[in-house]
């Protein structure tokens, strides 16, 4: 590897890597992202090699295969692109291989049959930007994910990495560098929305003997995982964007906290860090200049309290990651007690962004207060589920419908879930709000770092309030009693609506709880804990009170408020018999079958196999 | 009498880190990996090489989720219960191993072949639900389907 000891070996090794680009007929991205990982997508990528190597062609360089991060349109994998002509072929099996290396990268045509078609229009789509989900975004943070090699730092050379900190260190005073994220309106990306130039302001200032930087990578929300999609497929520009923040703030050691769950994150930005090691963007003197900083990572332990920052510090520092009172702040007194900035992985990945493309661009998009764009992860009942970004102030109605598709089924928008844990439910009346910092979180959810789960009529929000209390139950770090007592309470009156056991005035239980827990708590996981039950109680009491006065769950989905039917579209296929484990159906061939209601678990199976929609749920 | 635990693993691990605090969690990480859970012995040299209270490694060990103090199955199926995967219907997958492998979640099977873990949430939330056995994910996930994962034929 070669090693810039100044920007000029940085510039020469650049247009080394254009020059040998140019020799490069056509690019074969092939998707490695979780989704198509778990859809196969590494015995594509053997399948390309072993094909080529037959064939004779080269695959490193004039057909490039690259497997590259999350390209986005997950529900659709495994995804292969060929560059330059963005042809997007779907669902790719290994046996569709050959035909693509013939027709496609030898001839030039396109394969219809592989093309992503849209759903709603029943067009086909070549050109993959043109396809309705990726025609709308603007993709800031994921400029780079599904387009690079992940493990290969010349490919981030290759599209200008490494430029915009061999600008900084050579050319811009720390205070410039400060002043710069702050014309661009960053703001903490992790959930908070804290405007980041304030904070690295606060943290410069701050006397201590070593100012830390930490990158939070404790993606700890479930439905979340745009941290992990660029961790895993754009490590470098984490790495760069922290680089600059230690100069801007004057650090020499950083830290990247990731989860321990995201083992191949963790492992993208291991090699991320030794590559930019060898190549001499971290360590000593980097180009040259008197400025050291170097990155070590640290594995997190599976806490989602470890998301919260005086918890994470606590972590690295090895300990119990319990959150301490914020007197003190943590650019203050944080890591070792010293003064620390720390920042979500997606604010670190857009600083190089700021300095290369000027702050300006970032600030003219998004609204009055949040600027720039911001990445979801667009998931739940919606058909086309994937990795997104779009600029601040698209609204839900963009977002689910335009871009997701709309609803699996075409069935009725309930509400999307944002924040997760710490959010809420936005209902279908609030379809037109514009997504940013202050919208959601008027609207009683928050931002948080990205998850957007979408829910239909069949999802019950008493049980979605219950699935969030009992996962901060046992995620409650147990350091303060309102927290860890409280909840438990909430999550034994909330189980009670869902099981018929309501008592009178149990809503009113819930709200007097939910304040005494807010009020009593140290941290954001317990200050907020409540926010899950609170936003789907004001936006869906009708459906609690149901559940409590009817014993009925309307959506189908509390186990002891409903009975599985069958009705007259039943063509006696005996599908559902087969499926059923507690011999709880029974009817013969060609006849109309039957639900043996004591002997029912309401597992679900005979649902799940009926093609008839024959199975009803009351 | 359990048997006797070999320790010359451990002293390996403890040679790559720095021998102070700082490095408790992600020795630990490495330890768990190596012999599939934390035995007593291994913790007390962990103690005494980090110069940490052995009661302060206990209580890192029991705080953090990926650490476990008994032993766990030959594989273990962690079934998924994200948000996404909830409202997909990650609870009607859990109920189907926990009927089939004869085990709540949380246990390991008599044979130490299976341990059934929840877990928060894996990233993969398009595909939900989602279940991983040891490194393997498996997506879109149906009840049906579990019997047939659990017989290796898929």
């Known amino acids: ?618 | 009498m359990s048997p006797k635990i070999d320790l010359k693993p451990a002293e390996k691990i403890l040679e790559c880190y720095p021998r102070d605090m700082t490095s408790l969690i992600q020795v630990l990480q490495d330890l768990q990996l190596t012999y599939n859970y934390l035995p007593r012995e291994v913790l007390k040299r962990v103690s005494a090489a980090l110069s940490v209270p052995l009661s302060k490694v206990y209580s890192v060990a029991t705080f953090y989720k990926a650490f476990s103090l008994t032993p766990k199955g030959k594989k273990v199926i962690r079934v998924c219960t994200g948000t996404a995967c909830h409202i997909r219907g990650a609870n009607l997958l859990m109920d189907e191993l926990e009927r089939q492998l004869k085990i709540m979640a949380g246990e390991t099977t008599s044979d130490m072949k299976y341990s059934l873990e929840s877990v928060n949430c894996v990233g993969a939330c398009a595909m939900a639900p989602v279940i991983m056995v040891d490194e393997t994910y498996y997506s879109n996930v149906q009840p049906d389907r579990v019997k047939k994962m659990l017989d290796g034929k898929q």
Not at chain 1, 23 to 31: A, D, E, G, S, W
Not at chain 1, 94 to 113: A, C, F, H, L
Not at chain 1, 142 to 161: H, K, T
Not at chain 1, 558 to 577: E, M, R, S
């Open chain 1, 1 to 618: 590897m070669k090693r810039c000891k100044t920007p000029a070996d940085l510039k020469k090794w650049s247009t080394g890597l254009d020059r040998q680009r140019k020799k490069t007929k056509t690019r074969i991205l092939v998707c490695s992202g979780p989704g198509c990982l778990a859809r196969g997508s590494r015995k594509i990528a053997g399948a390309f090699q072993k094909e080529l190597a037959a064939r004779k062609l080269d695959s490193k360089v004039v057909h490039k295969l690259t497997e590259t991060g999350c390209h986005g349109l997950c529900q659709q994998g495994p995804l292969v692109t060929i560059m330059p002509e963005h042809i997007f072929y779907v669902q790719v099996k290994p046996k569709d291989v050959p035909e693509i290396i013939q027709q496609t990268i030898m001839k030039g045509q396109v394969i219809e049959r592989l093309l992503h078609t849209d759903p709603g229009k029943k067009e086909k789509f070549q050109d993959y930007r043109k396809i309705p989900f990726y025609a709308r975004q603007v993709r800031v943070a994921l400029r780079n994910v599904g387009l690079i090699d992940p493990n290969d730092i010349e490919e981030y050379i290759a599209v200008g990495g490494y430029q915009a900190l061999a600008k900084v260190l050579t050319g811009m005073k720390p205070e410039k560098v400060i002043d710069m994220v702050a014309r661009s309106g960053l703001r903490g990306k992790g959930g908070g929305g804290f405007p980041t130039a304030k904070k690295w302001k606060s943290g410069r200032d701050a006397p201590g003997e070593q100012t830390y930087i930490i990158c939070n990578g404790d993606e700890g929300d479930p439905g979340a995982f745009m941290d992990r999609a660029i961790m895993e497929g754009d490590p470098h520009s984490v790495i760069e964007g922290m680089i600059i923040g230690a100069y801007a703030v004057g650090s020499s050691q950083g830290y990247v906290y990731v989860r321990q769950e995201y083992p191949l994150a963790v492992k993208n930005m291991q090699q991320a860090i030794n590559d930019a090691r060898k190549a001499g963007f971290l360590g000593d003197r980097i180009f040259g200049t008197p400025f050291c900083f170097d990155i070590r990572v640290s594995r997190g332990g599976g806490a989602f309290v470890c998301g919260e920052s005086s918890a994470l510090m606590r972590s690295v520092e090895g300990n119990v990651g319990e959150p301490r009172a914020k007197y003190v702040h943590s650019v203050k007194r944080g890591l070792f007690d010293q003064p620390t900035i720390l920042n979500n992985v997606e604010t670190w990945n857009n600083v190089p962004y700021i300095v290369s493309e000027g702050p300006e661009r970032l600030a003219s998009m998004g609204t009055k207060k949040s600027k720039g764009t911001k990445a979801f992860c667009l998931v739940g009942k919606v058909r086309n589920t994937g990795l997104i970004e779009i600029p601040m102030g698209t609204t839900l109605r963009e977002i689910i419908y335009e871009i997701g598709d709309g609803i699996i089924r075409d069935r009725p928008f309930k509400g999307v879930q944002t924040g997760g844990p710490s959010g809420g439910v936005v209902p279908n009346s609030l379809l037109d709000l514009p997504v940013d910092f202050e919208a959601l979180t008027r609207a009683g959810s928050m931002m948080g770092s990205g998850g957007m789960i979408v829910m239909d009529d069949r999802t019950c929000m008493v049980d979605v309030a219950k699935y969030f209390l009992h996962f901060l139950m046992e995620e409650s770090c147990g350091k303060c009693v309102p927290c860890r007592e409280g909840l438990k309470q909430l999550h034994n009156i909330v189980d009670g609506i869902t099981r018929g056991n309501a008592g009178n005035g149990d809503l009113e239980k819930i709200e007097n709880l939910s304040r005494s827990i807010m009020e009593g708590s140290l941290c954001a996981l317990g200050k907020s804990a409540p926010n899950p039950v609170l936003s789907t109680l004001q936006y869906f009491r009708p459906e609690y009170e149901t559940h409590i006065e009817k014993k009925k769950c309307p959506a189908g989905v509390c186990k002891a408020l409903i009975t599985y039917l069958i009705n007259d579209k039943c063509t006696g296929c005996t599908l559902c018999v087969k499926a059923c484990a507690f011999d709880a159906i029974v009817g013969k061939k060609k006849k109309m079958h039957k639900i043996l209601e004591d002997k029912c678990t309401r597992c679900g199976a005979c649902f799940a196999v009926c093609k008839f929609d024959a199975i009803e749920i009351d």
